[in-house]
């Protein structure tokens, strides 16, 4: 605490102190003084002198938390798409919504999982299955299900796959006579300018 002298040789009982600074606080002592000379001890004010401000006061505006929670929604759709047998073939759309959804891939409603002729990505919103060198049998309707706490969608689109596979090649992947016949025969019909 530092003390400064404000009056000196005043003789009334009461004083007034001007020129004191906004928002500081202040105590006061006196000392007395006849003609033996200045007292050794001070009496001083028991509570401290605050200058208040006087004016506006600034509060800072109250702001509620946005919400950003957001069901997922789709913002690009899958799309209907052929692909060639034996080359890798990739679907895609983008996903939004908070919390981040989880992202499962299914073929004719049923999930992949553990397959490795699949692989699947999420980046930012942007989920991609690629089929790894598809044959005849991955052609179907492949469905992109995103959910999180708010809501869950799907988004579904149809892959056929062209230029299959010769019945021999198709025996030796263990297909059985009966199915093979079968499928080169619809596939003839349905497309005879490519047999």
């Known amino acids: 605490m530092e003390w400064f002298t404000v009056i000196e040789h005043y003789h009334r009982t009461s004083a007034t102190i001007t020129e004191l600074v906004i928002g500081n606080e202040y105590y ?5 003084e006849n003609m033996c000379g200045l007292s050794e001890d001070a009496t001083m004010t028991k509570e401290s002198a605050v200058i208040a401000r006087d004016g506006k006061i600034y509060k800072n505006p109250v702001y509620e938390d946005f919400d950003f929670s957001e069901a997922p929604m789709f913002t690009q759709p899958l799309v209907n798409t052929y692909a060639i047998a034996g080359y890798n073939a990739t679907l ?10 989880k992202i499962t891939w299914m073929k004719n409603k049923v999930a992949i999982v553990d397959d490795p002729r699949y692989r699947m990505f999420s ?3 942007v989920c991609t299955l690629e089929i790894r060198k598809p044959s005849p049998y991955d052609g179907g309707t492949y469905c992109c299900k995103a959910v999180n706490d708010l809501g869950t969608v799907e988004i579904e689109c149809k892959l056929e796959v062209k230029g299959g596979l010769s019945f021999c090649r198709l025996l030796l992947q263990g297909v059985p006579p009966n199915i093979i016949d079968s499928y080169l025969r619809d596939l003839h019909s349905s497309n005879p300018e490519e047999y």
Not at 28 to 32: D, G, I, K
């Open 123 to 125: 980046n930012q919103g």
């Open 92 to 101: 895609n759309c983008s996903v939004r919504g908070n919390p981040k959804p």
């Open 28 to 32: 006061f002592r006196v000392f007395s």
